[in-house]
């Protein structure tokens, strides 16, 4: 009886090298994983139907080749159940890649594969309008949320990260001052005037861009929120050093701050920016979801005993 996991793999072709990663690895997964089935769905709806019938079917890991926006797709059918993601690194920015050091290198991954270590982590939470939606690594509002909705699939598919920066500059003098304000369970608020907040789970903020220390933020229990600087384009470029520097948490212009949830107001209302992908719109609701989704892992970072 073959007992390496049933898999099924699944990938983006939108995303930068999803339809490559597809291409190259179905054989070498099928070495590795007890592998019943590999597609490359037509969109979000068909991702989402594919997941839910694996899971009916009994796969137990599900091999996922696309970027952030993807992954979270997979982990919001995936969270609370014991199936496992694996995330195959096949977008633009790869954030949870970085914050969880999986392999670049696909023999390095397929040895990681190999090794079968998994193990739980956190995944955040947001509820607006009446639908709720987890994601891996970062909400954002203002400037991200601008700047992704100028963004295009071949933009991202053709430039990679330097699709950001391409245009940022016209972003900027567009990018609208919010004001803020952070309710905690007991009605506490903090206000202020922004440009950006980022609301963080785990580590991973941007690409190889982290907040803390990777990977076991990934399994704190909270959220942390901060703004990119307040209303002046100054004390944004200033906290944004800051934030590269790892040293945003001191610098009262971040408002920086960590809950397991709280409510955000912002006026005029945003449309949130979910791990790359465009969702919803405040007022919103954050949690977070403790050790929710079991995920694979360099042997390195599991915990003892999640050998499968």
Not at 63 to 79: C, F, K, S, Y
Not at 96 to 119: E, T
Request: aromatic share 6%.
């Amino acid at each position: 009886m073959d007992r390496r996991p049933r898999t099924l793999f699944l990938a983006n072709r939108l995303a930068r090298k999803g339809a490559l990663a597809f291409a190259r690895m179905v054989a070498p997964l099928a070495r590795v994983t007890n592998l019943v089935g590999a597609e490359i769905p037509e969109g979000e709806a068909a991702m989402v139907e594919t997941i839910r019938r694996g899971l009916a079917g009994g796969i137990e890991w599900f091999v996922i080749a696309g970027g952030d926006g993807t992954l979270a797709v997979a982990a919001n059918e995936l969270v609370g159940t014991s199936a496992v993601l694996a995330a195959l690194p096949a977008g633009t920015g790869n954030t949870l890649a970085w914050a969880l050091s999986l392999p670049r290198r696909d023999s390095d991954w397929l040895a990681m594969a190999a090794q079968g270590f998994v193990d739980t982590m956190d995944v955040g939470l947001v509820q607006a309008g009446g639908q709720r939606r987890v994601f891996l690594n970062t909400v954002t509002i203002g400037l991200a949320s601008t700047l992704a909705g100028r963004l295009t699939p071949t933009e991202k598919r053709r430039l990679g990260l330097l699709a950001w920066p391409r245009h940022l500059g016209s972003v900027l003098n567009q990018a609208p001052v919010v004001e803020v304000a952070l309710l905690d369970a007991s009605g506490t608020s903090d206000r202020f005037l922004t440009r950006l907040l980022v609301v963080v789970n785990g580590c991973g903020l941007a690409g190889p861009i982290v907040a803390g220390p990777p990977p076991m933020a990934n399994q704190d229990g909270v959220l942390e929120v901060f703004a990119l600087g307040e209303d002046s384009l100054s004390s944004m470029a200033r906290v944004t050093v800051q934030v590269l520097l790892a040293r945003h948490r001191e610098d009262p212009a971040a408002h920086y701050q960590q809950a397991s949830a709280f409510s955000l107001l912002a006026r005029p209302p945003q449309s949130m920016d979910i791990d790359g992908e465009r969702w919803g719109q405040t007022p919103a609701r954050f949690s977070v979801l403790p050790r929710a989704l079991s995920t694979l892992l360099p042997e390195r970072f599991a915990s003892p005993g999640h050998l499968l």
